[in-house]
């Protein structure tokens, strides 16, 4: 889930304080020198010069205690200085991942915070965008209620920010299955077609793409090219036309009949 990774870390470059009680003072270059220059996914440092290194899962991994450790030294190494390290899982899956790896002669142990844990009340209560759009991943009274307070915060925006931030909520809501739910109240919100809008039709394309690309996979499994090129360039009324037909299609190739 690429597009996760790419969408919570940019959130989380200005909620990382309110997520995990940490405030980060700058962002550091999160490739690590090596032959095969694995990249990390975020490094903050505090405003008293401590790192923080942060890696994000949508999923559970049982690489990660090493993967962790393997970072661990590497960051060491190259900025002379040990990491604090954080896991944040915001997977749909119960959380099964370890906080630490041991072994004869020591351990490791490094924080891990299941978004699940969180309270989204103070983050949906922030004046900051990318707190309200990451309250959808935590502990919340009222899931839906949440999605519709959210969209009436990003709806008060100046254009183009309110376009990204929403693109971002479509992304992060499908980790708790609830894209279309996001979809219908600002639908129901923006009293005119949100297909024809000039800021959210690009995005609310884009949000009906996920969800028919994933009814299609629930119905016929793994979607090949072919089928990736055609999704990519249909109107929006076209994808209403081919998800009517998911249920009713025999195979793939009578979806775009």
Known sequence: MHHFDVVLKLLLRNSFARVAGRPVARWLETELPKVQKPSIDMLGETADAELIHIELQSGNDDEMPFRMLEYLGRIGKLHHRMPRQVLLYAGREPLRMPREITWPDGSHRYQLIDMRDVDGEPLLASPEPSDNVIAILARLKDSYAAVRRIVVNLSRLPGEKASEYFQALLIIAG?????????????????????????????????????????????????????????????????????????????????FR
């Open 175 to 255: 980790l708790r299955g609830l894209e279309e739910a996001v979809q219908q109240e600002a639908q129901r919100m923006f009293t005119i077609d949100l297909s024809e809008n000039k800021v959210l039709g690009p995005v609310y394309l884009q949000g009906q793409l996920g969800l028919l690309r994933q009814q299609i996979e629930r119905r016929f499994g793994g979607l090949p090219e072919w089928v990736e090129d055609k999704l990519s360039q249909l109107s929006a009324e076209e994808v209403k036309a081919v998800g009517f037909r998911v249920l009713e299609a025999a195979s793939l190739e009578d979806l």
